[in-house]
């Protein structure tokens, strides 16, 4: 048996939901480091991240780029509970906020829950030892 | 105007869902609801260009205008994927997009009024 895609039947919602991630994280990293860069560079810098692993899961999900997708997944989900978890104990250090700030509140935790979702699709889909 | 784009995508949220729990892909009634959403969302985007181009407040003008530019991107892009994939999920991907209209143009309103964070 081969690999399904994972751009077809729930994968279609999941690429879905990464590009919309992918859309509004970078659009925020762009206007935060183009306005006011040196208010938050370490907030800033990790927003820029954080879209570029979104970009990375949209197109390795969207084009079926199995270990690209299974890389970009596992980095946001320790991402999200680092960069959450940092957020809450050492607020100060984020004067502004990334997509990943308090778990993705600003999202409706969407952010600390997609990761997941992402894994669990990629096992879903595997290559079938049978 | 939010609220005009609020009620019309929240008709085709449950609209695609009710479609989607019933395993439908995306049909051409839907699609034309999808379309006449999309013909709402122009005109307020167009609205919405000239108001900032006659207001003497000052709006954050490179935050309104991208987000104007996308909502006008969401429907086309969301449909067009969504329709492409013949199972629940396709129409699955509808109801997202619709729901994102949502979000967006209350976004929109937050950036004029300058209430945004």
């Known amino acids: ?130 | 105007m939010a609220w005009v784009l609020t009620l019309m995508s929240l008709v085709i949220m449950a609209w695609a869902s009710a479609l989607s729990i019933r395993n439908r892909p995306v049909n051409d009634a839907l699609f034309y609801a999808a379309a006449a959403l999309e013909v709402a969302v122009v005109a307020v985007v167009i609205g919405g260009f000239i108001a900032l181009g006659a207001t003497d407040r000052s709006v954050d003008g490179i935050t309104f205008v991208g987000y104007l530019i996308t909502i006008v991107l969401v429907l086309p892009i969301g449909v067009a994927w969504g329709a492409s994939d013949k199972s629940r999920w396709g129409t699955g991907v509808v109801v997202i997009a619709a729901f994102l209209v949502i979000v967006l143009s209350w976004r929109v309103v937050q950036i004029w009024q300058g209430t945004h964070v």
């Open chain 1, 1 to 130: 048996m081969s690999e399904r895609s994972t751009s077809t039947g729930p994968g279609r919602v999941l690429v879905a939901v990464y590009a919309i991630f992918a859309l509004s994280a970078t659009a925020r990293s762009v206007v935060q480091i183009a306005t006011d860069f040196g208010a938050a560079p370490l907030a800033y810098t990790l927003s820029a991240f954080a879209a570029a692993v979104y970009i990375a899961a949209t197109v390795a999900l969207a084009r079926g780029i199995r270990p690209m997708a299974w890389t970009a997944c596992a980095i946001e989900a320790v991402g999200v509970f680092t960069v959450g978890t940092i957020s809450v104990v050492a607020s100060e250090d984020f004067p502004d906020a990334t997509v990943w700030s308090v778990y993705g509140q600003g999202y409706g935790y969407v952010p600390a829950v997609l990761p997941f979702l992402g894994l669990v699709w990629l096992w879903h889909t595997r290559e079938s030892r049978e």
